[in-house]
């Protein structure tokens, strides 16, 4: 078995781009390669400011040999049948088989030196690799990152002789730009080219790069007594800025620390690539950066320090003018500008988006345990700096310049906190917040988003989700359940949607503004011809039966909204307890029952399971599983028979019996256990069907030849099913 080792060696590769091309990398050489038939030990890619690497342990010389056999046409069939078989196999028909009449072809292939697999491979990989963006150089055709100038192509220690657009493959390879030897060099295999690399200051490895960037940042704090401030996403790209990164200790102007420290930090983080320091013990951050340089300087990086640092300052300028010409603004300014900004061509412009989550975070308050007018405040005052000049320079920090105008402004704590943090969570790894206002603001915030997009049928498809409504619906979902809500969600959909077609406050609205409403709502798109004309009458009398007809529309039609985003959030949810260990398929029995309460669901969820892995649970299963199917076919018959469960008759099986009294003392108790939502009681007295079950099922035959007691049994299965389908629908529950 023999290894490959292959480096595509260009122009600078972006820092974002690097992870995404050594997956591709991966992926494309593991699929050409199992396609030809070759298997290996281990594959293992690298990406670096300069170079993708490949290499692969225990390949073999060569592909295995083949004999394949293929089906073709039956001898009957016609004679196009048979020549398109025959094109396709490269064979004549008299090196056909036929069998049982049908003909067949014996193909076989004798296995190529993996050189030649490996040198088209490489040639299609290249030729193919889905960057980004690409470029073109010189008078080739080839398409690349950045102009790519060595092609290192070894096996067993051998070049591998191809070109890619005039490029050679070859075994020869380059150092680091300012800090290696000067000269290219060659290598034997992996373990010598990554020797050699080092000596000429290159760590292939973005781990590598990753781990000497934080030991040596964190070395220079220590050393003046500060600590680093760490920032996982910056770590990430400015390991692929440097092949040899050296962090250096820069200062900057003590005077830029009465800005927020936000605005610092992401100054410092988006136009210059450097790590915020601090000192121990204490808020904030202290006058000095991290910059990553790519040379080991002789001076200790003095002079590249004093040069990071000037640039930092006119950066930190700029920040300083905006946070000081915003204040002489404000909210009354901004929230005017936002009636001029365009949210989206059919949910209208961020004024009236803030409106409609002002309206909505005053509903949700009093659910959340928050002031109503401090939410409604809050939420006006939300999306006001978008129109501000500090984040219209850094995106990145609305919601939090908002927070700290509005404490500038006066405005009170939980009003500036839940400017600051309505947008969380925004992702699985953020936090989610407790404080009652800012939770009020942020689902409300949530919820028009998934109601506006769905109402305007925008929903994801696929992986394709532009307006981000999983990490929506998946953000009020964690809000609900991090904070204990308890919210009818449906119902609050349902009020969303009212606020967007503008009906919540109906009886305060004049009839011309009733019917433009109504054909926003019953429409949706003004385009739809065929009801033009009900419209039309609407406009005449708005007060008439017309006006209720469509009323009645549009009532249909926000319950059909709200049961379409439950439909999306029970999908989120499954997923979000998927990850936690739960089963999907106890998520749809338990939203089957038409609940909307998150809270009493997932606890359900929880409690079903538990019940679930005992042996009571999962035969309990079986044996609904078994009176499901029988009620089934009897179905398909004709309606079931209705009515009580008879107990007492001439000849009744005692395990009949006892399985009625059964039943009936577990409706019983399941109806006070979920009343009290005790769902540990609903199963424990689900768990005492067992053993009747167990015993109706080896005792008595159900399909007896005496009608009425044939019908008495299906009342009986009947009623074990609907006591049980009380918990969850057992029918969605595989097992």
């Not at 975070?361 to 978008?386: F, N, Y």
Request: some cysteine; hydrophobic content about 45%.
């Amino acid at each position: 078995m023999s290894q490959l080792l292959l480096e595509i060696f260009s122009e600078e590769i972006p820092a974002r781009m690097q992870p995404g091309a050594a997956r591709d990398l991966e992926r494309m050489a593991s699929d050409r390669l199992k396609a030809a038939g070759l298997t290996w030990d281990a594959l293992t890619t690298y990406a670096g400011p300069r170079r993708l690497t490949l290499v692969i342990d225990g390949l073999p010389a060569a592909t295995p040999d083949r004999n394949e056999e293929l089906k073709g046409p039956k001898t009957s069939a016609p004679a196009q049948a048979l020549e398109g078989f025959l094109r396709k196999t490269g064979l004549t028909q008299d090196q056909l088989v036929e069998r049982d009449g049908v003909w067949f072809a014996q193909i076989s292939s004798k296995g190529r030196a993996t050189t030649e697999v490996v040198a088209e491979s490489v040639d299609d990989i290249i030729r193919h690799f889905p960057w980004p963006k690409s470029m073109r150089w010189g008078t080739g055709t080839l398409r690349w990152v950045r102009p790519i100038k060595r092609i290192l192509a070894l096996f067993d220690g051998a070049v591998i002789p191809f070109e890619v657009d005039g490029i050679p493959s070859g075994d020869v390879t380059e150092g680091h730009r300012f800090m290696g030897a000067g000269q290219p060099f060659a290598v034997k295999d992996f373990a010598d080219y990554r020797t050699k690399l080092e000596r000429n200051f290159v760590l292939l490895d973005a781990a590598d790069r990753k781990l000497r960037i934080l030991e040596g940042a964190r070395a220079v704090c220590a050393a003046k007594g500060l600590a680093l401030v760490d920032d996982d996403g910056l770590l990430d790209e400015v390991s692929g800025l440097a092949e040899w990164p050296t962090p250096i200790l820069g200062d900057m102007d003590p005077q830029f620390l009465a800005l927020p420290p936000e605005v610092v930090q992401l100054s410092m983080k988006v136009h210059q690539k450097y790590f915020a320091v601090r000192e121990p013990g204490k808020d904030g951050l202290a006058p000095h950066f991290v910059v990553v340089a790519n040379v080991e300087a002789t001076d200790g990086g003095a002079a590249l320090a004093a040069g990071n640092a000037k640039v930092l300052s006119a950066r930190l300028s700029d920040a300083e003018f905006f946070w000081t010409e915003d204040q002489k603004v404000g909210f009354d300014a901004w929230n005017a500008k936002l009636k001029d900004v365009t949210f989206h061509a059919k949910l209208g412009t961020l004024a009236e988006r803030v409106d409609r989550i002002a309206a909505l975070a005053r509903e949700i308050a009093p659910l959340v345990g928050a002031d109503p007018a401090q939410a409604e405040q809050a939420a006006r005052l939300s999306k006001a700096d978008l129109a501000s000049g500090m984040v219209g320079e850094f995106p990145e920090l609305q919601g939090i310049m908002g927070g700290y105008y509005a404490r500038l402004a006066g405005q009170p704590d939980a009003v500036a906190d839940a400017i600051r943090d309505h947008y969380k969570p925004q992702g699985p790894g953020d936090t989610v917040p407790t404080a009652p206002v800012t939770v009020a603001v942020a689902m409300a915030e949530k919820l028009d988003t998934l109601v506006g997009f769905f109402a305007i049928d925008e929903k994801p498809t696929g992986s394709k989700d532009p307006y981000a409504l999983r990490r929506a619906a998946l953000g009020v979902i964690r809000l609900v359940l991090e904070n204990g809500v308890r919210m009818p969600l449906q119902g609050m959909t349902f009020v969303a949607g009212e606020y967007l077609s503008g009906m919540r406050n109906l009886e305060k609205l004049p009839n011309y503004d009733r019917a433009s409403v109504v054909r926003k709502a019953v429409l949706g798109k003004e385009e739809v011809e065929a009801d033009r004309n009900r419209i039309a009458a609407m406009l005449d009398g708005a007060d008439g039966a017309d006006w209720q007809h469509g009323a009645l529309d549009y009532q249909a039609g926000l319950t059909q909204l709200g049961w379409d985003v439950l439909a999306f959030f029970a999908d989120r949810l499954t997923v979000l307890l998927r990850d936690k260990g739960q089963r999907h398929d106890l998520v749809a029995a338990v939203f089957a029952l038409g609940d909307d309460d998150l809270v009493r669901i997932v606890r359900r969820v929880e409690a079903l399971a538990a019940f679930l892995a005992t042996d009571d649970g999962a035969n309990l299963l079986a044996g609904y599983k078994r009176a499901a199917q029988l009620l089934k076919a009897e179905e398909k018959k004709g309606p079931l028979p209705e009515g009580a469960v008879a107990t007492g008759l001439p000849n009744q099986p005692a395990e009949e019996t006892a399985l009625a009294f059964a039943a009936a003392a577990a409706a019983s108790a399941v109806d006070a256990a979920l009343e009290a939502e005790d769902f540990a009681a609903a199963m424990t007295a689900l768990a005492r069907l067992r053993a009747p079950v167990d015993a109706f099922f080896t005792a008595v035959m159900v399909n007896s030849d005496v009608a009425e007691e044939r019908e008495n049994r299906l009342k009986l299965l009947g009623q074990v099913r609907n006591v049980m389908n009380r918990v969850a629908d057992f029918g969605q529950i595989a097992g």
